[in-house]
């Protein structure tokens, strides 16, 4: 049965699930759709264009679905999406689209921990972790399951792999590659997310390949170009090989070497 606190504002045009529960003094407005058993908890915006999944957990002054912080910003119609089993901690901020893309879009089971920010057009995907006061420029794209440290800025259009750990307190100015562990001042990679695909089921052959990959193209003292040659000449084309060559093949930014 839905819950609404009775100091809490919630638009007769919004669409709520079953079982959603709606905390003192949150504000739903009009154009919002909230999932089943999702929680919105004390004192949240959920704002025109927000589209909240199911088994949502929003915490504590966040606001879902407010305008882009872009000057180029018409007031155009926009959404930001939050997929099922999110979780937003206390003061996150997910802004809308704006007409480049028209959506902003975090994928299913991510967690947001406090202070976070999702700007505008990011495309972030399943269970991705963004530790506290991790600040998103618009354009940026994750992969599943990276893990973003804690106080750490990403510039705008940038491009982070699936499966990458990214240290706190860093800078992240270009594309960082799928399955990298990446630190230290310039940020640079460090070697692969071995705990982190060890935990996530990858076989034992698989990130051997991943490793003899990135001393190719990482720890050698080839440029990127003949990297990928020699990696196309010396390492098994396993999926997860060519996600890495088509992962730079796409970067705008360049990566982080």
Do not use: W
Request: include cysteine.
């Amino acid at each position: 049965m839905t819950s609404i606190h009775p100091t809490a504002i919630v638009s007769s045009k919004a669409q709520l699930g079953s079982d959603v529960t709606v905390g003192p003094h949150s504000i739903i407005e009009d154009d919002v759709r909230i999932g089943d058993r999702t929680r919105i908890d004390s004192s949240v915006l959920i704002a025109d264009g927000a589209r909240v999944g199911a088994d949502v957990r929003v915490r504590h002054g966040a606001v879902v679905g407010s305008e882009p912080q872009d000057l180029k910003f018409a007031g155009e119609k926009s959404t930001a999406v939050v997929g099922d089993g999110c979780i937003l901690r206390e003061f996150v901020t997910v802004n809308r689209g704006t007409a480049a893309r028209g959506e902003t879009t975090l994928g299913e089971k991510c967690l947001l921990m406090a202070y976070a920010h999702a700007a505008h057009d990011c495309i972030i995907g399943n269970g991705v972790i963004m530790a506290n006061a991790v600040n998103l420029g618009g354009h940026v794209e994750i992969g599943d399951f990276a893990i973003l440290g804690g106080v750490l800025p990403v510039h705008q259009f940038v491009k982070i792999g699936a499966h990458v750990m990214i240290g706190g307190g860093f800078r992240v100015v270009q594309d960082v590659c799928p399955y990298s562990l990446v630190a230290g001042y310039p940020l640079r990679v460090v070697g692969i997310n071995a705990i982190g695909l060890r935990r996530r089921g990858f076989k034992k052959e698989v990130i051997n390949t991943l490793r003899k990959a990135f001393k190719i193209l990482f720890f050698s003292k080839l440029n990127t170009s003949q990297a990928l040659t020699r990696i196309k000449d010396e390492v098994a084309m396993i999926p997860e090989v060519k996600e890495i060559l088509d992962f730079i093949n796409r970067s705008d930014r360049g990566i982080i070497k």
